[in-house]
């Protein structure tokens, strides 16, 4: 019977329009027994499609098609040799620029049937590739004569893209995406034949009856091709040079860490690092340990992140930084002798030291050993509705037009006058989204193999021209490579930062002996929720509930940043009371002790599957799948097999339904992404080494937070903090800044990074040449040492770093001063024109002195930093709120239940669905005074969320709640000041 | 000789047009869209319409949303055309040193008039009022001593009135206008006056030679002259002739279907040619321009190696200029055509052409012939057919 060999999906980009897994169940279901994948020079889908064909009960043949110049042929894998020859070619087409498809498949075709219908490729490969087949189709048999005289046997083809008539259109629009152009204008040859379909075996039959021999090829082919791309062993990073095996390696570094941790080892201590290196040992992981470790030592600061955190030999190492056996951080969440999967050590890094790192990685092992992971990037819906619109000529105003209209009406569909091309443009749209577009680079996945990588699998070059992997991690994961991920984290800069900081100003924290964790002023910062710039815990969802719960230590923290949880809302509120000392009683004794410690209430991700065992009988490999479920995208049917099986486990031990119900509405509030309790405990130190020093040195600490590009807000909100915290905010200066912001007791002052429109080129000049030559000291002297462009001047003046220079003239002054003495400067540059460079020196230094800065210099101020130095922004709308009368955001805590008006700046906001599906949204706004949390319900969202479009100042009236113990006005109605 | 230039300016000026032909709609918001498009956009606007907030360019949705019931009028380029023909004949009137910029404005140079028509404030003054009694069309007009002024002056009291600013009055009228109306002050521009503290055209023309090249670039002198009312280039007149023959299809719904763009710059290459062929002239360049669906515009621009009035030949080269021009992948609102640097022809046979030439001159000829009979309709290229479907 014919088998399709020449497949293409979605993966081969902007070009297929099915997914791998459409086709296997379509090939299925026309009666195939095996089907291939062939996407154009990659090997993207490899994995769903293999996944797929198993689901469908038919056979996977892995190829690719590749083209390269005039050339084209399909490459099948027979075995596991020709899959290694077929990586090492798909590699070398997307990295080599020299590459040629003769030359490639003439060098080495063990393993591989070529199928080829380039003439000149066949005559090149005769009687190099053993099986060499001619590609004949139902629409062309140009290649027979050829391949006839040459004696290369036939093999029957069709291009298979599609599945109906309909998937043509949207082929048209996939192409005109890729060559930016429009469907009107695109060429045929840069199409699939329409009939591209995938049709079935009579349909071959009839097709291809004039060709028996051919037929009979493409069914030995399909025969002979039986790699199948499945799991073949885990791949570890080469083992440590200098003669030691891996394991006694790793046992050393582990004891001698452990003494530095511990000091001398207990017996619980020993006993527990046994344990774990037996497990390490028995399942071969540790090289991938040594790797981590290695990579790890080489950084200053760093986290460990996931279940990894619960090992002690991963502490030992240094690898994580909380001590498992203090906070009772069970290793077998991490690594156990059942568990098939890989281990997985995430540790995160500063994240303006992580390029530099992964850099020495490659260096260490080799730039053939080493790889990046891909991620794909799929088209969303904003992506797909934008550029199938795109395609379609339309110009980017009207695009942006539909989407805020789409956006306002707050619901699905259409609105009904949209017209017939909108309608057909969203039509296809839906169809886009969710298809792949291109690959990109996996924020912090790197896999180190023994081999060269390209012969496990499909490389390619990223924009930085590190090798990446053809896989995205799931991709990688089935090919049993073990990924490290190297992830950047900017509070692990920020703790450096206000460290380095701090030691400029003399000021040591011995990195051994400091403890945050039982710092009083610490615990209470953190228990008053005043925590913004604090790491992980200064969203405002925190913030409230730090304020609730009015709890500030570890162990309690350890709680909140796991419990958090977009799904989790209704068990927060019930955990609050209970906290409180609302009266609870377990939902079931089994679960007593599991959940003892976060008060009934189910926190951690292990606590899903500890309940999975305890109340429905899972065993420990079932409970883990349904813990994993929970996080992938792809969940709502696993979801369900396992919600059966978990209703029937509990319902046989005896648990009531109602309990049921309960339990499972609980797990599934770890929809989407939840975190283990070792992970938590590992982010909560590094939350509890900022929370201390944002408590003891507020402005180092701040200068580093906003050095470091903030985190949850913007620049400006840390400002209006750092003045609520009582610093003062000396404006960007060019004698007195540095590049970053800098903290000395009660002052912070902006660095030059913070001004927009300063070319770094001439910011690195001012600092060198200041360092080299002193303070600046008139604008000729600016001028002639730091070589600044026009724009650096406007830059530079608008943002005030001239104040102190000019003795504070008006700013409009003090640029026409810069303005003349660069003119002046070019002018006596010009060759000829002797050295008289300060002949205009002297009247410079403008008088008088200016009094306050006008509403003008603000408004350029604040253009150029994002925020004023000396004001809160509202200061820029002064005229439009003077008369308004009003409430300060510091007085609302005396307003509790009373209407009032208040003005706000929105700092952040976050929207969610209630439980009905419906949209509302948290804002939290600013005054002058004060940051405070509104909430918009879905009713006043409707009418209100559009007004709220800007940054800029609303008038804002509601009712001043107190919502378990933190404050939250329930917003009645939004303006502009100005508005009526 | 002191100069005396008029700027004549009509506000909005196709709703102006659209006014005069119909005196109901005076006073009424209405605008001027393509009739029936999809997504289309206004043209125009009214004067009422506008202060209504309303305009030129709006989504006629957002339009009708704003207004509802709004009154929406089809485009007539050809009316537009022949009103601002017009107004430019009761000029010529006047003077012969006209410049035609379009869009309702229209400079006169009438330096040394003054024995012809009188006083020059008299002079703009009538010139004004022929217009509104014989074309119905009631401009703004400025009167200066060069057309930087005069146009300035026209800002200054749009959409209604008529200002004189004398010889040597100038600076006084300009000290205290706003920057933002010098010719070439743009946005950018004007946030950089704005950072040094200049607000006002004085502040500006005050400035010195080294200060204004140091504050505003190398045009900087150039600008604060203009501040000061300096400017003495002529008005750039053009004959109609120079300015080439020009045709233009505005398409009921936007596209980016190149077969449909084809046709219908067929079809006004067919026009254009008609046009030139009874002028008695041969182009020797085409250019062609496009508007897209967000207003922006590009052109092409193809030379004839030898100049021409045969329609397969303009219109090759008008092929070659479209797509030149079109480098965007967005929607074409209007196409046009210029059939420019005419020359007159000399159209007797050439005795050595090859045969073709020679027949796709005879069939040129019976296909003009059939038009000046029926209309420029009555026969089109096979290909320009769907667009007229």
């Known amino acids: 019977m014919f088998i399709h060999l020449h497949t293409r999906s979605c993966f081969s980009l902007l070009y297929g329009v099915r997914r791998p897994d459409e086709l296997a169940e379509a090939a299925a279901s026309l009666g195939y027994r095996a089907l291939a994948l062939t996407d154009i020079n990659n090997l993207y889908g490899m994995h769903d499609f293999a996944e797929a064909c198993g689901r469908h009960g038919i056979r996977p043949i892995i190829g690719v098609e590749l083209v390269s110049g005039n050339c084209r042929a399909l490459l099948l894998a027979r075995d596991r040799r020709g899959f290694s020859r077929l990586t090492r070619i798909t590699s070398a087409r997307k990295r080599d620029p020299s590459f040629g498809l003769a030359a490639a498949l003439a060098e080495g075709s063990d393993g591989l049937t070529v199928i080829s219908d380039t003439p000149k490729l066949l005559g090149r490969l005769k009687g190099r590739v053993e099986e060499l087949y001619a590609m004949v189709t139902p629409a062309s048999r140009r290649v027979e004569r050829e391949a006839r005289r040459l004696g290369i046997p036939l093999a029957a083809c069709a291009e298979a893209c599609f599945l109906s008539d309909e998937d043509w259109r949207l082929h048209r629009v996939l192409r005109a995406i890729a060559g930016r152009t429009t469907v009107s204008s695109l060429k045929d040859e840069e199409l699939a034949p329409r009939r591209a379909l995938l049709f079935g075996p009579d349909e071959a039959a009839r097709l291809f009856a004039g060709l028996p021999d051919a037929l009979e090829n493409t069914e030995r082919i399909a025969a002979s091709c039986a790699y199948d791309g499945g799991f073949q062993g885990f791949v570890f990073p080469p083992p440590p040079v200098g003669g030691l095996a891996p394991s006694e390696a790793l046992r050393r570094a582990a004891i001698e860490g452990a003494e530095r941790r511990y000091g001398e080892l207990s017996e619980s201590v020993m006993e527990r690092l046994e344990y774990e290196l037996s497990i390490i040992e028995a399942k071969g992981f540790s090289s991938y340990f040594l790797a981590v470790a290695g990579i790890v030592s080489r950084s200053s600061l760093t986290c460990g992140r996931g279940s990894a955190a619960a090992s002690m030999v991963a502490y030992s190492l240094g690898i994580t930084n909380v001590d498992p056996l203090r906070h009772g951080l069970y290793f077998e969440r991490f690594l156990n002798p059942e568990r098939r999967d890989p281990p997985d050590i995430d540790v995160d890094f500063a994240w303006d030291e992580r390029d530099a790192l992964i850099e020495s990685v490659f260096r260490e092992y080799g730039p053939d050993r080493v790889a990046r992971v891909s991620t794909m990037v799929h088209f969303q819906g904003r992506s797909a509705l934008r550029e199938a619109a795109r395609a379609h000529g339309i110009p980017d105003d009207e695009i942006g037009a539909v989407e805020r209209r789409l956006m306002a009406q707050n619901a699905p569909g259409l609105p009904a006058d949209i017209g017939a091309t909108w309608e057909e443009i969203a039509r296809l749209a839906r169809r886009i989204r969710g298809l792949p577009r291109h690959t990109s680079v996996h924020v912090g996945g790197i896999v180190i193999a023994p081999d060269p990588i390209d012969e496990l699998a499909p490389l390619e070059t990223a924009n930085d021209g590190s090798p990446l992997l053809g896989w995205d991690k799931d991709g990688v994961e089935r090919a049993g490579l073990v990924k490290i991920d190297l992830l950047g984290n900017r509070s692990l800069a920020v703790v450096r930062d206000t460290l380095a900081n701090l030691d400029d100003n003399d000021i040591r924290i011995d990195p051994l002996s400091w403890d945050p964790l039982n710092d009083e002023e610490t615990r209470s910062l953190l228990a008053r929720g005043e925590s913004m710039g604090v790491f992980y815990v200064e969203s405002p969802a925190m913030r409230q509930l730090q304020k609730k719960t009015a709890r500030g230590d570890f162990e309690h923290l350890i709680i909140h940043s796991s419990i958090i949880r977009p799904a989790a809302n209704r068990f927060i509120a019930e955990y609050v009371s209970r906290l409180k000392g609302k009266p609870h009683k377990p939902l079931h004794p089994r679960l007593d002790r599991i959940l003892a410690e976060t008060y009934g209430i189910m926190c951690y991700q292990e606590d899903v599957s500890k309940v999975a065992v305890a109340l429905a009988g899972f065993s420990d490999a079932d409970a883990d799948g349904l813990r994993r479920v929970l996080s992938k995208k792809d969940r709502e049917q696993r979801l369900n097999a396992y919600r059966e099986r978990f209703y029937e486990g509990a319902l046989r031990l005896g648990v009531e339904r109602e309990a049921i119900d309960e339990i499972w509405s609980m797990i599934r509030s770890f929809d989407g992404y939840s975190f283990c309790k070792a992970h938590s405990a590992s982010y909560a130190m590094v939350s509890f080494q900022s929370a201390y020093l944002k408590a003891h040195h507020p402005a180092e600490f701040m200068a580093a937070v906003l050095s470091n590009g903030g985190g949850y807000y913007t620049s400006g909100s840390y400002i209006s903090e750092a003045r609520r915290m009582g610093l003062s905010v000396l404006g960007p200066d060019v004698n007195a800044s540095a590049l970053r912001y800098l903290g000395r007791g009660r002052e912070l002052r902006v660095g030059l990074m913070a001004i927009s429109g300063l070319s770094s080129a001439a910011l690195d000049r001012i600092l060198e040449a200041r360092a080299r030559g002193g303070p600046f000291v008139s604008p000729g002297d600016f001028v002639e040492r730091a070589s600044p462009g026009e724009g650096d001047l406007l830059a530079l003046c608008g943002a005030g770093a001239f104040d102190g220079l000019f003795g504070g003239a008006r700013r409009s002054l003090q640029l026409r001063a810069m303005l003349r003495a660069l003119a002046e400067h070019g002018a006596a540059s010009m060759p000829g024109e002797g050295p008289a460079l300060f002949a205009n020196e002297a009247p410079w230094r403008i008088s008088p002195r200016r009094g306050p800065l006008s509403g003008e210099e603000l408004q350029v101020e604040f253009e150029r930093l994002g925020f004023l130095c000396e004001h809160h922004p509202l200061e820029l709308w002064g005229e439009a709120l003077a008369g308004l009368s009003r409430s300060m955001g510091r007085e609302l805590p005396g307003l509790i239940g009373r209407r009032v008006r208040v003005v706000g700046w929105p700092v952040a906001r976050k929207g969610v669905l209630t439980s009905r599906g419906e949209a509302m949204e948290f804002v939290s706004f600013e005054d002058e005074t004060a940051i405070y949390e509104t909430v918009l319900f879905p009713e006043e969202y409707r009418s209100l969320s559009r007004v709220l479009d800007g940054v800029r100042p609303y008038v804002i009236e509601g009712i001043v709640e107190d919502d378990q113990g933190a404050l939250s006005l329930t917003v009645k109605s939004i303006r502009c000041p100005g508005d009526s | ?389």
Request: net charge positive; aromatic share 4%; hydrophobic share 45%.
């Open chain 2, 1 to 389: 000789m002191e100069r005396q230039v008029i700027h004549l300016n009509v506000a909005h000026f196709m709703a102006a047009v659209e006014e005069a032909l119909d005196p109901s709609l005076k006073g009424r918001p209405f605008v001027i869209a393509p009739e029936g498009a999809e997504r289309a956009v206004a043209v125009e606007v009214s004067r009422a319409a506008f202060s209504e907030g309303l305009r030129r360019g709006m989504p006629l949705a957002k339009a009708r949303a704003a207004l509802p019931g709004l009154k929406v009028l089809p485009v007539r380029e050809a009316l537009y055309r022949r009103a601002g023909a017009a107004l430019f004949e009761i000029a010529s009137g006047f003077s012969p040193l006209l410049e035609s910029p379009g869009g309702g404005h229209l400079f006169v140079d009438i330096t040394g008039t003054r024995r012809l028509f009188g006083h020059p404030v008299d002079c703009a003054a009538r010139l004004r009022e022929e217009a509104v009694r014989r074309a119905g069309l009631r401009p703004v007009a400025g009167l200066a001593v060069n057309r930087l002024v005069s146009k300035i002056g026209t800002r200054v009291v749009k959409p209604d009135g008529f200002v004189v600013i004398g010889p040597g009055d100038e600076p006084g009228f300009l000290r205290h206008q706003q920057v933002s109306l010098v010719p070439g002050v743009g946005e950018k521009l004007l946030g950089r006056l704005g950072l040094l503290g200049i607000r006002e055209m004085g502040e500006l023309a005050s400035l010195s030679d080294s200060d204004a090249s140091a504050f505003l670039g190398r045009h900087g002198p150039v600008l604060r002259d203009r501040a000061r009312g300096i400017d003495s280039a002529p008005l750039s007149v053009h004959r109609a002739e120079e300015r080439g023959i020009r045709a233009s299809h505005l398409f009921d719904t936007d596209t980016s279907d190149t077969d449909e763009i084809e046709a219908a710059l067929r079809v006004i290459v067919e026009d254009a040619g008609v046009a030139l062929r009874s002028d008695g002239l041969a182009a020797r360049a085409v250019e062609v321009g496009l508007s897209y669906s967000d207003r922006l515009r590009a052109r092409g621009f193809a030379a004839l190696s030898a100049p021409t009035w045969r329609d397969a030949e303009l219109f090759r080269a008008a092929r070659t200029a479209l797509y030149r021009a079109m480098t965007r992948r967005v929607r074409v609102r209007r196409v046009a055509v210029a059939l420019l640097r005419p020359i007159h022809a000399e159209r007797q046979a050439e005795l050595f052409a090859p045969p073709e030439a020679a027949k796709e001159e005879a069939l040129q000829a019976a296909l003009d012939s059939i038009r000046s009979r029926y209309g420029r309709g009555a026969v089109r290229t096979a290909s320009a057919m769907n667009l007229l479907a």
